[in-house]
């Protein structure tokens, strides 16, 4: 069994967060596969265009926090940013579908997608700080970029959950539709079915001005955030974290 469920059919790939025991934390092992899924899906003619969804009741819960843990101890982090890099450079339509929470990466994550539809039922959250981390996947650029600073700051220093129209009312997602994962295929088709080099072309001039800038946002923030992953204050949240209880910084 994997924890990423990969299906291509009508020439749309989907790539299913499938962990659901674990509220579809996602893992080294994840990361790789999504970035391996990404690489196929772009040198397959035949697929159009991609979508990435979690389980009905959940999207993502972020990284796993055992992971980070593990990090913190000495381990290398490269996984998610080669990630990253890869939804960054993917050169055909990427669409996400989020139902349930979207944490972290969750929702760092559709910052790079075309277009994200949500469930009622969605939120997102970015508790980077209360992790005793920073914004990642270029988000310290992106986000104020896509909300504005003081939205930005809500989510990003104080952690604020948002829900799903309040993501809509700031443009963070396309739509909220009850079935999140169809309404974003039936975008798909309607992608899928477009002259591919003419989408292409135009997704690869959209990004022109930003990509690089991007880029560099997501190699500088990825240093910070291992700095700050190996920090004692990061140590103490993950523990907290695993021993369901909440973060004690006062000692900092
Ligand atoms: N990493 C590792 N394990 C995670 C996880 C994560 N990001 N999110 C959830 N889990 C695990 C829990 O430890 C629990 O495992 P267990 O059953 O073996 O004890 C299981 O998934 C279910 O989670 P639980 O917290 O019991 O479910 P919930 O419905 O009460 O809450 C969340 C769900 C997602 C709101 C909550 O788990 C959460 O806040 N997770 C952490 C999110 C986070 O901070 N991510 C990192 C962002 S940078």
Known sequence: MTDIAIDTTDRITTLRFARAAKKNALTVEMYEQLTAALAAASADPQVRAVIITGTPECFTSGNDIADFARANAGGEVTAPLDFLRAIVNFDKPLLAAVSGVA????????????????????????????????????????????????????????????DAPTALAWGLVNEVADDAYAAALAKAKLLAACAPNAIKSSKALMGRPTREQVLETIAHEGKVFGAQLRSPEAMEAFQAFMARRPADFSRF
């Open 103 to 162: 944490i972290g990466i969750g929702t760092t994550l559709l910052l790079h997608c075309d277009l994200v539809v949500a469930s009622p039922t969605a939120k997102f959250k970015t508790p980077f700080v209360a992790l005793g981390l920073v914004p990642e996947g270029g988000s310290s650029v992106l986000l104020p970029a896509l909300v504005g600073a003081r939205r930005a700051n809500q989510m990003l220093l104080l952690g604020e959950q948002i």
